[in-house]
């Protein structure tokens, strides 16, 4: 039998070499479906590792607290852009320096807008952030130059501003920006400070931005009452649970809810860990639709193998009728074609591998070189799910031509012509 095997395949290789077009069209579909395959895996991969690396240089030791009820395993619906203004500045004054949150290390309240800058001739639209409290200690990051906001300012509504590099660089170039007014919604603003550059974190820019007090983004510039979010920090990721608890129970205090279940709440609370298994599972989920729908290139492919195969049964025909006549069994012949389709199917298995891990290859270097920490990896779990998926689909789809092949009787066979 092994003999057999070993025949029926160098059989099979002479007869792809003799038809190098054909063999090679006829593996188009599988080479196509399965470099698409390990290309969506690999980008998958890559980009998941880069929003999950993006959350963990951020810090695991984040809460995130949005106006609103949400369900615990959706989005909240702020974040679908449903304006809810049941979160106030006075509910971050409240969490921030609470001795009932022991384990709260920083609290600072958010309001954005895109706005245009303006400073004498030069004009640019970026996003203002509304900011209060202990920005550094919650966003990390550090000033260039100046200084930042105090909390006296921001009580007093003051009209100053901190700088991203990006921003002070498109209005002011070289020169400097400290002690320059800016205009806001034809509102003057004094420069103060200036980020050094710290680039983009998970959709943050933090050099395309301005900050300035959160009471003056909302009374002067927004002309609002409410907030779009807070964030605050831990002291040590394994009080966050107790901390979430204790935030819970202070906002549910102010807005007079006696239902502790939760589902009276009209915030919601999220935490760093949260948002991680959020984000694995929405990736992994995208990840595995989008290589699905690759895949079913590998099925149009099986079904090109299966017509070609069903043509080579024709021009065979002789063949058969000559290999039947001198005592092989129906089963012998099946063998033969079964052997000779899995092999193209392995071959275009295994280039469009190669195919798909060099294109990959090529796709995070240039997305490297877009200032992206993007790691290359080619899974093994996904070379091995797609030569056995091309090795499959060469079984399946040979089976029906290998069968009518074993069908033909060995007279009429060597009469065709």
């Not at 809460?63 to 679908?80: F, H, Q, R, V």
């Not at 990390?140 to 006296?152: I, K, P, Q």
Request: glycine share 8%; proline share 2%; aromatic share 6%.
């Amino acid at each position: 039998m092994i003999n057999f095997v070993k025949q029926c395949a160098k059989a099979s290789l002479a007869s792809l070499l003799a038809n190098k077009t054909r063999s090679f069209l006829t593996m188009l579909g599988i080479i196509i479906g399965v470099a698409a395959v390990i290309i969506i895996m690999s980008l998958g991969a890559g980009a998941q590792n880069l929003i999950i690396s993006q959350i963990k240089s951020f810090g695991t030791n984040k809460i995130g607290i949005l106006p609103g009820k949400a369900d615990s395993n959706g989005p909240p619906a702020s974040a679908l852009g449903i304006v809810i203004t049941s979160l106030k500045f006075e509910d971050a004054q409240a969490l921030r320096n609470n001795p009932n949150i022991p384990h709260l290390s920083g609290v600072v309240a958010y309001d954005n807008s895109s706005e245009t800058l303006n400073y004498q001739n030069a004009s640019y639209t970026t996003s203002v952030q509304g900011a209060s409290g202990d920005y550094f200690t919650v966003e990390g990051g550090d000033l260039a130059d100046g200084r930042f906001f105090t909390d006296a300012e921001e009580q007093a509504t003051a009209h100053v501003v901190v700088l991203g590099d990006t921003v002070k660089n498109e209005l002011f170039g070289d020169s400097p920006a400290v002690g320059a007014n800016i205009k806001i919604r034809n509102h003057i603003f004094q420069v103060i400070g200036v980020m050094k550059k710290r680039g983009t974190i998970l959709v943050q820019n933090y050099d395309d931005m301005v900050i300035i007090p959160n009471q003056t983004m909302r009374k002067t510039v927004l002309g609002i009452d409410y907030l779009n979010f807070i964030r605050a920090t831990v002291d040590n990721e394994s009080n966050m649970a107790e901390t979430v608890a204790e935030i819970k129970e202070v906002l549910r205090t102010r807005h007079a809810i006696t239902d502790q279940s939760g589902s009276s709440d009209d915030f919601n609370v999220r935490n760093s860990a949260d948002a991680l298994a959020l984000i694995t599972t929405v990736t992994n989920a995208l990840k595995f639709f989008l290589a699905a729908m690759a895949g079913l290139s590998l099925l149009v492919g099986g079904i090109g193998i299966m017509n070609i195969m069903l043509v080579a049964v024709n021009e065979r025909t002789r063949e058969i009728g000559l290999r039947k006549a001198v005592g092989a069994s129906n089963a012998n012949i099946i063998l033969q074609f079964l052997i000779e389709t899995i092999i193209i199917t392995t071959l275009g298995g295994l280039i469009g591998i190669i195919v798909g891990a060099l294109i990959s290859f090529l796709a995070s270097l240039i997305i490297k070189s877009l200032g992206y920490d993007w790691n290359f990896s080619i899974s093994p779990s996904s070379v091995i799910m797609a030569l056995g998926v091309s090795a499959t689909i060469g079984l399946i789809f040979g089976i029906y031509p290998a069968s009518k092949a074993s069908r033909l009787e060995p007279v009429e066979a060597l009469r065709y012509e």
